[in-house]
């Protein structure tokens, strides 16, 4: 198995029922290290390039507005197989369907204030994390 790094964003939903704590929490729990961690405020322009892949689907600027509402933590994620690890940690989009003990289905409000973001590939983790940190603000 490979260690791995994975790109994760606590949402404005989670940040503004102070949950990062006990996200973190699930978060170390299943084996992840958090290496790179910072509370923003994503303006804009930040958010509509991180989503830019939905940029033509009917909820994109919903998504860019709602990012873009409160503050967000960032984070880099380290561990085996991370990518896949914190997917099966967040659980599915929609918390109905989440798993139990998923950050999702402990936390989630809804398919749209679903607590946390996290990347879909290792290449895309690396895009992502490039887009919020530099290489010195990583400590691992």
């Known amino acids: 198995m490979a260690t791995e790094r994975t790109f994760s964003i ?8 102070n949950l990062t704590g006990a996200v973190n929490a699930v978060i170390e729990e299943a084996g992840l290290r958090i290496v790179a961690q910072r509370r923003i405020r994503m303006s804009d322009a930040q958010a509509k390039k991180f989503y830019e892949v939905h940029a033509e689907r009917p909820f994109y600027g919903e998504l860019v ?3 873009t509402s409160g503050p967000v933590v960032v ?11 914190y997917r099966e940690v967040m659980g599915a989009t929609n918390p109905a369907q989440a798993a139990e003990g998923t950050i999702r ?9 679903n607590t946390v973001h ?4 290792l290449e895309n983790a690396g895009i992502e994390i490039k887009q919020f940190f530099d290489d010195k603000d990583i400590v691992g």
């Open 10 to 17: 606590l949402k404005p939903d989670a940040t503004a029922r």
């Open 65 to 67: 507005e709602f990012m």
């Open 118 to 121: 996290g990347s879909d590939s």
């Open 105 to 113: 289905q402990k936390f989630a409000k809804s398919v749209g204030e």
């Open 75 to 85: 984070q880099v994620l380290e561990g085996e197989n991370a990518v896949a690890k």
